[in-house]
Nanobody, 119 residues
């Protein structure tokens, strides 16, 4: 069983930065070749923010984060990151880590970490 544990969330003022981490355990990194960040704001649907495969190829799905967020991973540490810069109040959401064997399948979810951005 793969376990994903997010950390690094918190409260920050607009314009600030946060770095989220997601520690994966339970299987080798080849099983979760693709790792994702999603977010869900209150009253809204869960939105995919970005994903990255084991080779480092990235896709940023949310136009609103392009140029501000950076997804990365350390395969040796089995850890996924999301560097969030120039944060805006509309970035306020629960951020979730997810993983799957390919970038079209999600098998595992973390429990999320809350990010709150105040104006």
């Amino acid at each position: 069983q793969v376990q994903l544990v997010e950390s690094g969330g918190g409260s920050v003022q607009a314009g600030g930065s946060l770095r989220l981490s997601c520690a994966a355990s339970g299987y080798t990194t080849t099983y979760y070749d693709c790792m994702y960040w999603f977010r869900q704001a209150p009253g809204k649907e869960r939105e995919r923010v970005a994903n990255i495969d084991s080779g480092g190829s990235t896709i940023y799905d949310a136009d609103s984060v392009k140029g501000r967020f950076i997804i990365s991973r350390d395969n040796a540490k089995n850890t996924l990151y999301l560097q969030m810069n120039s944060l805006k109040p509309e970035d306020t959401a629960m951020y979730y880590c997810a993983a799957g064997p390919t970038c079209s399948i999600i098998d595992y979810w973390g429990r999320g970490t809350q990010v709150t951005v105040s104006s």
